[in-house]
Structures are given as structure tokens and as C-alpha cells.
């Protein structure tokens, strides 16, 4: 099977492949138990990574892989205040 590199065209079937998979995850779905939240973490995610070239799929997305180098960043420091919007918009504060 062969991969290549996501492009920020890919960003929508990386979420959906990453989703799909993730949501019977014990952690993953006791974290985010509404699909719906599930799914804009991990847009958040993956477009970060995508933007960085840190993701791989195949051509009908049915596997998809993330991965950051040693020493690497899930995002860039712009990205951060977006996280600590994700999580207050859900209730959560970060660090708690």
C-alpha cells in the first residue's frame, strides 16, 4: 500500500479517517463524547500537522498517520491560543 504526503486539501478525510477510528477508543470517547467535538480536535490537529508535513495517507485516506520528530511540535506557536479555546469552549480549563 502507498502513501503520501497530506496536503491541506486532505485536511477533511484526515479528520473523518482519525474520527472514525479514535471514536470506540476508551480515552479518546470518554474525553470526547460527542462525535462532533471529537472531530473539530482532530481538524485542529491534523491541520496543524498537515501545515508542518508531519502526515502521511493513503490515496482513499483508509489509513492515516501523524507522527512528530524527536524535539518536534504538535503546533507552531501561533496555534497555541487555539487550543486553550477548544478546551474552555468545552468546559475545561487547561492543566485541571
Given at each position: 500500500?502507498?502513501s503520501?504526503?497530506a ?5 477533511q ?8 477510528a479514535f ?25 496543524c ?5 508531519y ?9 492515516v498517520g501523524?507522527?512528530?520528530p524527536?524535539?518536534?511540535h ?13 478546551v ?9
Amino acid at each position: 500500500m502507498k502513501s503520501r504526503a497530506a496536503t491541506t486539501h486532505d485536511v477533511q478525510s484526515v479528520t473523518m479517517t482519525l474520527a472514525d477510528a479514535f471514536a470506540g477508543d476508551p480515552v479518546w470517547s470518554r474525553a470526547f463524547p460527542e462525535p462532533s467535538r471529537q472531530q473539530v480536535w482532530w481538524r485542529f490537529w491534523a491541520s496543524c500537522a498537515v501545515g508542518q508535513g508531519y502526515v502521511r495517507l493513503t490515496e482513499a485516506s483508509e489509513a492515516v498517520g501523524i507522527w512528530f520528530p524527536p524535539g518536534g511540535h504538535e503546533f507552531v506557536l501561533e496555534d497555541e491560543p487555539n487550543v486553550d479555546t477548544l478546551v474552555r469552549a468545552w468546559g475545561c480549563a487547561r492543566g485541571d
